[in-house]
């Protein structure tokens, strides 16, 4: 079983930065892919970033490329969501989630996840 804790999450100017903490428990951290996904109200989940295991490998939605940096410690067991010149429509609850599965072509799929974490909401004003 792996518990997934978010932070970090909060109220920012359109342009800011925030960055987003997820610890985990568990003693094999670095053999999950990790990611986050995001859901604004109304909407359904979407994925935002991830970094796979297997290859050690990034992957990023469009929307955010160039904007946000998923980066990890294994020795912490912590992952983060470095998030630049944000935009209103960044808006959302942000979920962390770890997947036992290396493959990188799954890794923008929200199924593709064992484990999710409660969220934090990051709010961008404009």
């Known amino acids: 079983q792996v518990q997934l804790v978010e932070s970090g999450g909060g109220l920012v100017q359109a342009g800011g930065s925030l960055r987003l903490s997820c610890a985990t428990s568990?003693?094999?951290?670095?053999?999950?892919?990790m990611g986050w996904f995001r859901q604004a109200p109304g909407k359904e989940r979407e994925f935002v970033a991830a970094?796979?295991?297997?290859?050690?490998?990034?992957n990023y939605a469009d929307s955010v490329k160039g904007r946000f940096t998923i980066s990890r410690d294994n020795v912490k067991n912590l992952v983060y969501l470095q998030m630049n010149s944000l935009k209103p429509e960044d808006t959302a609850v942000y979920y962390c989630?770890?997947?036992?599965?290396?493959?990188?072509?799954?890794?923008?799929?929200?199924?593709?996840?064992?484990?999710w974490g409660q969220g934090t909401q990051v709010t961008v004003s404009s």
């Open positions: 970094s796979v295991w297997n290859g050690g490998s990034t």
């Open positions: 568990g003693r094999t951290f670095s053999s999950y892919t």
């Open positions: 989630a770890a997947s036992r599965s290396g493959n990188w072509y799954l890794s923008g799929r929200a199924s593709n996840y064992d484990y």
